[in-house]
């Protein structure tokens, strides 16, 4: 069940990131990171686009 998922990341979202990156509408958050400050982060970047 894992190798699948990670075959299925790898075949049809990894070439995304590339896809979006390129365009430069790539945007990265660290989940590792408690559930509020994640969103924190989201909220930020946003608002830093003027998506809110």
């Known amino acids: 069940m894992i190798r699948q998922r990670l075959e299925t ?6 070439p995304l ?8 509408i790539l945007v990265k ?14 909220d930020e970047l946003l608002h830093g686009r003027g998506l809110t």
Do not use: C, H, M, P
């Open 17 to 24: 990131l590339s896809f979006y990156e390129s365009r430069g």
């Open 9 to 14: 990341f790898e075949r049809d979202t990894l």
């Open 29 to 42: 958050v660290n989940g590792d990171q408690a559930v509020e400050k994640v969103a924190a982060d989201i």
